[in-house]
């Protein structure tokens, strides 16, 4: 028969980030003063792996507690996983390791804000240790969407300023400067010319009269009759 495939990343169960604190012991055998100095130390397996072990703590009292700096720490699990918590004691050279009692639960057992989980022990004494562990779920850090929608605004509004300079919008206010200008120069052709025509008038209808002029002064009387016949309509026109 053929070994089942591993799972999947897409089978496998989503994993956070929890934030332990710390855990403390009570009810830890009082040691005699005949006896010496208890050596305690700490271990987490999740889902059978041993993921931390503590610092060893030397005391004689029954209440052992890691929540130092240097024992707190961030694990990555599943909301489904199971944490095992082991109370270890350290012997002289000639013996082993003991494990004092153990408790295993599951993670959302351990993140209860009360929860005080009896150790369970394999010798034949039956002692009454419990155990809290303190956790939590490290929380991810929400998108700011107001400062993502006024960025987009904000740009908007440079290209707004932008447009406002642009070439062919600056070319329609300098054409509009230059119509101005022409008007205004207009206006004064227009004073000048009305200064000129007031004095060429009398001097046309002193020439009709006079008998005797010189042909080419007379000349030059047509002409600069002629034209004022011309302008003085076109010039009331535009004044109109």
Same mark, same amino acid.
């Given at each position: ?25 009570? *009810?830890?055998? +009082?040691?005699?003063?005949?006896? %010496? =100095?208890? #050596?305690?130390? $700490? ?81 034949? *004494?039956?002692? +009454?240790?419990?155990?809290?562990? %303190? =956790?939590? #779920?490290?929380? $991810? ?90 302008? %003085? ?8």
């Amino acid at each position: 028969m053929a070994a089942s495939a591993p799972p999947s990343e897409s089978q496998m169960p989503l994993r956070s980030t929890y934030i332990f604190s710390g855990v403390t012991v009570l *009810d830890v055998p +009082a040691r005699p003063l005949r006896k %010496s =100095i208890g #050596k305690y130390f $700490v271990t987490i397996e999740i889902d059978g792996k041993e993921e931390w072990k503590s610092r060893e703590i030397q005391t004689r009292e029954r209440k052992v507690v890691w929540n130092q700096k240097e024992d707190k720490c961030e694990f990555e699990s599943a909301s489904s996983s199971t944490w095992k918590v082991t109370l270890c004691k350290n012997h002289s050279r000639s013996k082993p390791v003991e494990e004092m009692g153990s408790i295993t639960l599951p993670l959302d057992g351990w993140m209860q804000r009360f929860m005080v989980a009896q150790l369970l022990t394999s010798g034949n *004494d039956e002692l +009454a240790m419990t155990v809290q562990m %303190s =956790i939590a #779920k490290k929380e $991810v850090p929400v998108p700011n969407t107001t400062i993502v929608l006024e960025e987009p605004v904000a740009a908007a509004g440079a290209h707004s300023d932008d447009a406002a300079v642009r070439p062919g919008i600056a070319g329609l206010g300098a054409a509009s400067a230059a119509v101005d200008e022409v008007v205004r120069d207009a206006g004064d052709v227009v004073g000048a010319l009305n200064g000129l025509l007031g004095k060429l008038h009398p001097f046309t209808t002193l020439m009709d009269k006079v008998s005797e002029v010189h042909p080419f002064l007379k000349m030059s009387c047509t002409i600069l009759s002629t034209a004022l016949k011309v302008v %003085s309509p076109s010039v009331l026109l535009f004044l109109r």
